[in-house]
């Protein structure tokens, strides 16, 4: 497949490898709401978060809506949005990559763009998620307004590009409108209820679909010159044996139709490709809701309406699914999913995390009424943790940073030794069993006494049992290799087996 290149292409494939593992500092005087909740508002950079993630969540994330910056080459108050193309490809390289790595099997990453990058993007997204997953590049009517300023071609878009981490990824049908329900009805009173007419003829012709019908009155139809029926005769036969096939009230028509059963379609309608602004909503919508939740003023220079968010989480995800966006911006996706009952991650690097994140997801657990409220009948309730990104896991010389404490360091390991996280942690140094091989970790005297952290013979015995392969860190062993190799153990030493990026 096609690969793009760029200035420092090799240094940005690698990054993702190269950042650190860091510490999560809760602070609890930016938290709000219900203590017990899961949702997570992360102040700092996003590829080091993302990467802090990886041993809690990989492979957990139903939902990426992510929208990054654009390279329009102008300056936002709170984000620079003025990189040249290289320097964009790389920034955005090694995100995408832990983001594909953070997704479920049945996941889906969507990214907002304008022309601006958008090509560029779709090739890296192509290498890093695989041209066969690309699902759809949606056009999202992103001003209701085209204004006169423009010297060439007013610009009235934005792209979304949606790609599934596999095919086990199933996209959610759109409820029908009452306009789309209405298209059906039933003129013969077919007992099988509402139907829609649709043509048994294509602008097409095909010798084998080329005969004629008998219709009620008698006459023999054939298609027009130059088409054919769409179904071959056999088919039309069982149509006809099925009262599927209308010709109209008299019986004669000209053309006949195939009945489509309301009762037998879909329970939904396909989504598609074009995103009008009046169900995505638009720019000024976003910008409007802005300034009704910080009394007057916009606050974000680059908002993107509440609907648009909606309809990608309807499309991809359920209620209790984990969407995460690590360009929080002004909090849109985290505001959308916490209204639709789904957990939510957002990881924002600027001071606009504490002063204007925060605050709009406080409102939005207050219950404000803004945006989709309504349409979701949002009352209020629940809660988020704030965290910023602390000091990194191991130094540059690979030692283990003291603040480090059991829970944080046993999710890293069980990470590093198995690419899952680690969703049960219970005080036991046995962290659990991948593949038939268990884990273990003796750190911060996770047995009662610092002793503990060696591995001897008296702490094996104390060991919680298993009959298969044991992987066991500690800071040191008495055990030599005869006797490891008796034991089916392989021994892994801290903080030198630790990997810390």
Not at 10 to 20: L, M, S, Y
Not at 88 to 115: F, H, K, N, T
Not at 311 to 320: E, F, K, S, V, W
Not at 479 to 497: A, C, S, T
Request: with cysteine.
């Amino acid at each position: 497949m096609p690969t793009l290149e760029w200035a420092n292409r090799k240094a940005a494939v690698r990054a993702a490898t190269r950042a650190p593992f860091r510490l999560l500092e809760h602070d609890p005087a930016l938290s709000f709401g219900d203590p017990d909740n899961e949702n997570m508002l992360i102040q700092g950079d996003n590829l080091e978060g993302a990467k802090t993630l990886m041993p809690y969540f990989a492979g957990r994330v139903k939902c990426f809506a992510i929208d990054g910056p654009y390279n329009t080459r102008s300056a936002f108050e709170h984000y620079d949005d003025n990189l040249e193309h290289s320097t964009w490809l790389s920034m955005m390289y090694p995100r995408l990559e832990l983001m594909r790595d953070l997704l479920a099997q049945d996941g889906s990453i969507w990214v907002c763009i304008d022309d601006n990058e958008a090509h560029y993007l779709k090739v890296i997204m192509d290498e890093i998620f695989g041209r066969k997953n690309f699902v759809a590049n949606v056009v999202w009517q992103s001003k209701d307004t085209p204004g006169n300023n423009s010297a060439e071609i007013a610009e009235t878009h934005n792209h979304v590009f949606a790609y599934r981490k596999s095919d086990a990824f199933r996209p959610h049908l759109l409820e029908r409108s009452e306009k789309q329900i209405a298209n059906y009805s039933n003129p013969d009173e077919d007992p099988r209820g509402p139907w829609l007419g649709t043509p048994l003829t294509r602008v097409e012709h095909r010798d084998r679909d080329y005969y004629p019908l008998t219709n009620p009155k008698g006459r023999e139809v054939y298609p027009p010159k130059g088409s054919s029926w769409r179904r071959p005769p056999d088919v039309m036969k069982r149509l006809a044996s099925e009262n599927r096939i209308w010709w109209g009230k008299s019986g004669n028509a000209e053309f006949p139709m195939e009945k489509k059963f309301l009762s037998e379609v879909k329970e939904g309608v396909v989504n598609q490709t074009w995103w009008p602004y009046e169900f995505a909503g638009s720019t000024r919508n976003a910008s409007a809701e802005l300034k009704k939740l910080f009394e007057g003023n916009k606050s974000f220079d680059t908002p993107k309406p509440e609907r648009l968010l909606h309809r990608i989480l309807n499309i991809a995800t359920n209620p209790g699914d984990i969407v995460c966006d690590p360009f929080l911006g002004s909090g849109t996706a985290a505001a959308v999913a916490h209204k639709m009952g789904r957990r939510w991650i957002g990881i924002e690097m600027g001071d606009h995390a504490v002063t204007h994140c925060a605050p709009r997801l406080r409102k939005v657990i207050e219950g404000e009424q803004g945006g989709i409220s309504d349409l979701v009948n949002w009352k209020g309730g629940g809660g988020f943790r704030f965290y910023r990104l602390g000091p990194a896991i191991t130094d540059d010389a690979g030692r283990i940073n003291p603040a480090i404490r059991f829970p944080t360091l046993a999710a890293h390991v069980w990470f590093s030794e198995t690419h899952t996280p680690l969703t049960k942690m219970g005080k036991s140094p046995l962290l659990g069993v991948h593949k038939g091989t268990a884990v273990y970790l003796l750190y911060n005297g996770i047995l009662g006494d610092k002793k503990s952290n060696t591995l001897t013979g008296r702490v094996l015995r104390d060991l919680p049992r298993h009959n298969g392969p044991r992987v066991i860190f500690s800071e040191c062993t008495s055990l030599g290799d005869e006797r490891l190799h008796r034991e089916n153990i392989i021994f892994k030493h801290i903080p030198y087996d630790i990997k810390g990026r």
